[in-house]
Structure formats: C-alpha cells, structure tokens
C-alpha cells in the first residue's frame, strides 16, 4: 500500500511566522502535490513538483512555496503566515504517467492565530 | 470559475437504496475522471475511474456512469451501507504525464441504518 506521511496532524502558528509543512511518500512516485481543503471550496491545489528539484504552480500558489530536495519528500512553506491560510492541507503522490491516481496523507490541519 | 461542479453538498439515503451523486464539468479537454472518498480526519482515498473514451466503469458497489456529450458523471453505490456515508469528490485531468486534478467542491454523502 502506498503511504503518504503527513509529519503533523495539527498545527498552530501566528501570525508573521515561517511555516514548514513536511509530507513523504514511500513508493517512488514521480508526482507530489499539495492541496488546501476548505469548506465549500473543496480541495485546491497550491503547487505539484514532477520530478526533484522541479516545480509548478497550481492554483492558488500566492502566499506560499515549496521545496523538493529528494524524490521522497515534498515541503510546503508558508513565507509569512496570515489568517487566512487557517486551513486543511492535503499533501499527495502519484506515478507519473496518464490516468494514475493520486495517493493522498491525512492532512495538516493549520491554524494561524 | 468552477470547472468541476457538484451541485449537492449534501445526499441522504437509506441503507440498501442505491445512491447517486452527481458531478458536471465544463472543460471539454478533461478526458480522465475519478472519485475519491474522505472521512473525516482522513485523507481523500481513490474510489473509481473512468477514461472519457468509456460511459461506464463498475467496481463491486460502485459505478461511474460519464455523458460526454452532457458534461456530466454520475456515481452510483448500490447497495448504500452506512459505512459509505463520507464526503465524496469527483475530479478531473486533462493528460499529460503531471496527472493534475481539478476537484470538485465535494458531497457529503449520509447513510442512514
């Protein structure tokens, strides 16, 4: 089974703060993703990488970066956390390839005060 | 502006009825469609899919039924138990070898005994 480690389940950080969120798959996939879970907005996707060291944005990429060193690991940063950044994050991995499903953690719920 | 759709946020239905959750989409390049399942505090877990090259794909209870031509997919879960009761996102990708979803905002899906 693959599996998708999200390293915190809950999170509290003020505002202003430099925020890491770290997230590791274990089944050499390709493909990482982070995604934002809001209520009503369903799931957005911040940015996705397709290979170490690369990456690109997705939708909603104002406010935050990323870093991927290794294959395994995928970084969310948050340069300066703000209030609305209060959220679900949702970190995620696939082969690469067409038609191949995304593998999903069990999120980081981030709360920004 | 939303490019995948579902217009129910919420279903209920009694155990051992069929249910049957709806999504529409606008973008005619998607040509790969999936649904995935979250429980709370979990991650989204891959349900089904079907490539737009197909208009049905069944797996045990679950079936996805896609109409081209309406934009539209539908799943159905025949019999409904309450253990199916979660939220339920339909996606969508258009290739490509980044396997980038577009989710809708998502059903949630009550199964009452």
């Known amino acids: 089974d693959v599996k998708v480690t999200q390293s915190s389940r809950y999170l509290v950080k003020r505002t202003g703060e430099k925020v890491f969120l770290e997230c590791v798959q274990d089944m050499d996939h390709e493909n990482m993703f982070w995604y934002r879970q809001d209520p009503g907005l369903g799931l957005r996707l911040i940015y996705f990488s397709y290979d170490v060291k690369m990456k690109e944005k997705g939708d909603i990429p104002e406010g935050y970066s990323v870093s991927r060193e290794k294959k395994e690991r995928f970084s969310l940063i948050l340069e300066s956390a703000s209030t609305n950044q209060t959220s679900m994050y949702l970190c995620a991995s696939s082969l690469g390839g067409a038609t191949r499903p995304q593998h999903f953690g069990d999120g980081t719920r981030l709360s920004i005060l | 502006d939303q490019q995948v759709k579902q217009n129910s946020p919420s279903l209920s239905v009694q155990e051992g009825r069929i249910s049957i959750l709806n999504c529409d989409y606008t973008n005619s390049m998607f040509d790969y469609f999936l649904w995935y399942k979250k429980y709370p505090a979990e991650g989204p877990t891959f349900l089904i899919s079907i490539s737009s090259i197909k208009d049905k794909n069944e797996d045990g209870r679950f079936t996805v039924f896609l109409n081209k031509s309406a934009k539209h997919l539908s799943l159905h879960i025949v019999p409904s138990q309450p253990g199916d009761s979660a939220v339920y996102f339909c996606?969508?990708?258009?290739?490509?070898?980044?396997?980038?979803?577009?989710f809708g905002t998502g059903t949630l899906l009550a199964v009452q005994p």
């Open positions: 996606a969508a990708m258009s290739g490509g070898a980044t396997n980038k979803l577009i």
